[in-house]
Nanobody, 116 residues
Framework: QVQLVESGGGLVQGGGSLRLSCAAS????????MGWYRQAPGKQRELVAR???????TYSDSVKGRFTISRDNAKNTVFLQMNRLEPEDTAVYYC??????????WGQGTQVTVSS
């Protein structure tokens, strides 16, 4: 059974930093891509960043230059370093793992709150 366990959220002042972690287990398949999404109150869930096995990454325009996604392949863990946080970054952040057969697995979500 696939499990994604997230940690690292919290409350931070604007301009501050947080680092999120997501550890995957029980996959039974090779991971090719992992990502982070977020959902703010009253808004749709949106992609924040993705990282592929090759090491290539993609970011949403709103976080480019401030957030960095990285991965420890040996530990099946993905990280999101968030710098220069803004109140608009306040959301629940979800780790995402797509399977080869098209199913998406999600973490439980971790709250990030940025005060102004």
């Amino acid at each position: 059974q696939v499990q994604l366990v997230e940690s690292g959220g919290g409350l931070v002042q604007g301009g501050g930093s947080l680092r999120l972690s997501c550890a995957a287990s029980g996959m039974g398949f090779s991971i090719t891509v992992m990502g982070w999404y977020r959902q703010a109150p009253g808004k749709q869930r949106e992609l924040v960043a993705r990282i592929y096995n090759s090491g290539s990454t993609t970011y949403s325009d709103s976080v480019k230059g401030r957030f960095t996604i990285s991965r420890d392949n040996a530990k099946n863990t993905v990280f999101l370093q968030m710098n220069r946080l803004e109140p608009e970054d306040t959301a629940v952040y979800y780790c995402n793992l797509p399977s080869p057969w098209g199913r998406n697995y999600w973490g439980q979500g971790t709250q990030v709150t940025v005060s102004s």
